[in-house]
C-alpha cells in the first residue's frame, strides 16, 4: 500500500462519532450552480451559503495537473517535530506560486483534514481561493464498508459511506463545489489485502456504489475515480475497470496509477496499464513522487523528477493527469515556487516546454536535430551519444548507488536480487565482474572478498537459477555467472562491510549484463545493523552502454557525429538532458535507418 491514510491512521471513533453529531439536518435554501446545472443544498442547521458559481480550469488539456500535498492534519500527525508547515500558505491571493497554480487544474485533500480538523472558516477560505484560481477540488477516501476485520484503522479502502457523505456536507456547507472523488485503492485493499477481506472487482465495485450514491446525494455530477497500484498488472486493472462499469453502468472518470517504483520494470508495466485504460475510454493519471527514505527536499525532488523523466520520456508515457502528491516527510516546503528545493517548483519543471531529438544514420554518419515543440531550433545545447547494446551478451559496464549511509546502519551489503523480493519475473544473463563499496575518505574496498579472487568466500548466493565462478574476460581471476529463466530466482549478498552513518558512500557493481536481462530484477546495497535491514538501495539490471561522447548543436539546432560504425546488435541512443527551459529527450536509431 502506498501511504499513510486512515489505514495507518486508526482515527479515533470518538473523534469521528463527534463531528457527525455537529452536523445537523435541518432544511437550508441555498443551491450551488455549476456549469449550468443546480444542485440541492445539504441539510445543516449553518448559516445558508450564498449560490455558487464557479468556472474551472479547461481540464482537456493534456496533461493537466493535479496537486496533493499534505495538509497540517496529516503533517502534525506523520511527522511530530518535523517543523512548521506550508499548507494554508497557498490559499493566499498574493502566494508565491503563480506560475504553478495557473498550471494547477485539480486539488486533491485528504479526508481527516476535511472532515475533522479544518475548521468552517479555513474550508471557506481554501475553497474561496482554489475557486478564484479555477483549480477543481477532489477528495480521497477508501469507499469500502467497514467491517470488524476490515476497517480504516486497520486496511486501506475502507472508509465506508458515513465519512464520504460528512465530508461532502461539509464541502457543501462552506461554499465549495466538489469536482471528483478518488475511490482510494478499494481494489488494492480488497484484492491483495487479508484474507478476510477478499472480494472480486464486481464485489468491490457494489460496495463502492453505496459510498458513491452517498456523495452524490450531494454532488450530482461529481466525477469519480480510482487510484490503485493494481500490483502493476495490467490484466487486473483490465478486471478493476470491466467490474466497475458493469456494476454501475459508466466508466470510472480516470484511473490514477500509484507506481511501485521498487519494481525493476515499473515503467514498462505502467504504460502497458495506461494502454488498457485508454482502451477502455477512461483517462489515465500517474502519481510521481519520491521516496520515503530520501533525506532532503532536494533528494526527494530529484527523484520524482527522474520518474516524471523516465515515464514520459525514455518509456514514451502519455499521462491525461500528471499528479503530485507526498505522503512523506519531504517536500517540507511548498513555497515559494522559485526555490528549488519546493513541492510547486517540481510543478514548474513539469510544465516547461518540451523539445523533440531526432538522430539518424545518413551517408556514413550520426546526424540530427534538436528543437523545441514549437519547431524553434535549440542551439548549444549538449547531446550525450552512446552505443546501447540490443542483443548479445551486452557490454562491461559499472553500475553505482551512491548517497548518505542512513540513521542506523553498521554495516552492509551488496549483491542482487532476480526474479525474487522485486515482483518480477525475467530472463536474466549477466556476468559479475567485481563489487566494491567505499565512504567518503577511503581508498580500500570495504566489500569482503569484493573481486572474488578467493571464490566464494563470504558471499551468500541461493535460489533456483543456475550459477558459478567462471574465468573473468576483462582481467585476470574469477567472475561470478548467473543464468536465469524466467521465474527462476537468485539472490547474491557479500559479506558484511562496516559503515558509518552519515558518512556519503559509493557503491559500485562492475558487470556485463545481456540486453534481455531488462526488467528481471537489479544490483542492491541493504544497510543493516543488529536488528536487521535498515534501508535498501537498488538499481535495475539494464545493458551497459559505450560512451561515444558529446556533440553541440549548431544555431541551427543541428548536430553531426562522423567516424563511429556500431557494430551488430548495438544502436545509437542520443540523450539531451534538458535545461531550465526545456524537458530532456530521446532519439534512438539503428544504422540501418537511413
Not at 517535530?81 to 499548507?87: I, L
Request: hydrophobic share 40%.
Amino acid at each position: 500500500m502506498r501511504r499513510l491514510t486512515w489505514s495507518q491512521l486508526g482515527i479515533a471513533v470518538s473523534l469521528l462519532a463527534l463531528t457527525a453529531a455537529c452536523i445537523s439536518t435541518t432544511a437550508e435554501s441555498s443551491t450551488t450552480t455549476v456549469s449550468g446545472i443546480s444542485t440541492p443544498a445539504p441539510s445543516t442547521t449553518s448559516a445558508p451559503v450564498p449560490a455558487t458559481t464557479v468556472t474551472w480550469k479547461d481540464l482537456s488539456i493534456r496533461p493537466h495537473i493535479w496537486f496533493g500535498p499534505l495538509d497540517p492534519w496529516s503533517w502534525g500527525q506523520f511527522y511530530p517535530g518535523a517543523g512548521p508547515f506550508q499548507f494554508y500558505d497557498l490559499f493566499t491571493e498574493d502566494a508565491p506560486w503563480p506560475r504553478a497554480a495557473e498550471a494547477v487544474g485539480v486539488m486533491r485533500l485528504y479526508p481527516v483534514w476535511l472532515e475533522s480538523f479544518a475548521t468552517r472558516g479555513q474550508l471557506e477560505d481554501v475553497f474561496e481561493d482554489l475557486g478564484r484560481r479555477g483549480i477543481a477540488i477532489s477528495f480521497e477516501l477508501g469507499p469500502l464498508t467497514e467491517t470488524a476485520a476490515c476497517n480504516a484503522s486497520t486496511v486501506e479502502g475502507f472508509a465506508g459511506a458515513g465519512p464520504a457523505l460528512n465530508i461532502a456536507r461539509r464541502i457543501r456547507q462552506a461554499g465549495g463545489v466538489l469536482h471528483s472523488m478518488d475511490l482510494e485503492h478499494p481494489f488494492d485493499a480488497a484484492s491483495y489485502g487479508p484474507l478476510a477481506c477478499r472480494m472480486s472487482p464486481v464485489e468491490i465495485a457494489r460496495d463502492s456504489l453505496t459510498t458513491i450514491e452517498a456523495v452524490r446525494s450531494i454532488f450530482p455530477e461529481v466525477l469519480v475515480g480510482s487510484i490503485e497500484t493494481a500490483d502493476l498488472d495490467p490484466e487486473a486493472v483490465a478486471a478493476w475497470l470491466d467490474g466497475y462499469r458493469e456494476v454501475t453502468g459508466e466508466h470510472l472518470a480516470y484511473f490514477h496509477l500509484d507506481s511501485n517504483f521498487a519494481i525493476p520494470d515499473w515503467s514498462s508495466r505502467a504504460k502497458a496499464i495506461e494502454e488498457v485504460v485508454r482502451s477502455r475510454g477512461v483517462e489515465f493519471g500517474i502519481i510521481y513522487f519520491g521516496d520515503a527514505e530520501d533525506t532532503s527536499d532536494e533528494e526527494w525532488l530529484a527523484r520524482a523528477e527522474e520518474r516524471f523523466v523516465e515515464y514520459e520520456v525514455i518509456t514514451g508515457g502519455k499521462p491525461d493527469h500528471a499528479i503530485f502528491q507526498s505522503w512523506h516527510t519531504h517536500p517540507e516546503r511548498l513555497l515559494p515556487e522559485t526555490d528549488a528545493g519546493t513541492f510547486t517548483y517540481l510543478i514548474n519543471r513539469y510544465m516547461r516546454p518540451r523539445s523533440v531529438l531526432e538522430v539518424a544514420f545518413v551517408d556514413a554518419a550520426w546526424s540530427g536535430s534538436l528543437t523545441a515543440e514549437d519547431s524553434t531550433p535549440l542551439a548549444g545545447a549538449t547531446i550525450q551519444l552512446s552505443g546501447e547494446p540490443v542483443s548479445g551478451p551486452g557490454l562491461v559496464g559499472t553500475y553505482t548507488i551512491s548517497g548518505t549511509v542512513p540513521a542506523g546502519a553498521t554495516g552492509a551489503d551488496v549483491g542482487y536480487r532476480i526474479n525474487t523480493e522485486c515482483n518480477c519475473s525475467g530472463q536474466a544473463e549477466l556476468t559479475l565482474h567485481e563489487a566494491t563499496y567505499m565512504e567518503a575518505g577511503s581508498t580500500s574496498n570495504l566489500v569482503p572478498n569484493g573481486d572474488f579472487s578467493q571464490g566464494l568466500e563470504g558471499w551468500g548466493t541461493w535460489g533456483s537459477a543456475s550459477y558459478g565462478l567462471v574465468d573473468s574476460d576483462i582481467r585476470t581471476g574469477n567472475a561470478l555467472r548467473v543464468s536465469a529463466a524466467p521465474g527462476l530466482d537468485a539472490g547474491l549478498n557479500s559479506g558484511t562491510a562496516a559503515v558509518t552513518a552519515g558518512a556519503g558512500f559509493t557503491m559500485t557493481v562492475t558487470a556485463r549484463v545481456d540486453p534481455v536481462s531488462a526488467g528481471s530484477g537489479y544490483f542492491q546495497i541493504i544497510f543493516l545493523n543488529p536488528g536487521g535491514e535498515v534501508e535498501r538501495r537498488t538499481i535495475p539490471l539494464a545493458a551497459a552502454r559505450v560512451d561515444l561522447g558529446v556533440v553541440e548543436t549548431g544555431v541551427d539546432g543541428r548536430f553531426e557525429l562522423s567516424g563511429t560504425e556500431l557494430g551488430a546488435g548495438v544502436r545509437l541512443r542520443a540523450w539531451f538532458a534538458g535545461d531550465a527551459s526545456h524537458w530532456p529527450a530521446l532519439a534512438i536509431a539503428e544504422a540501418s535507418d537511413g
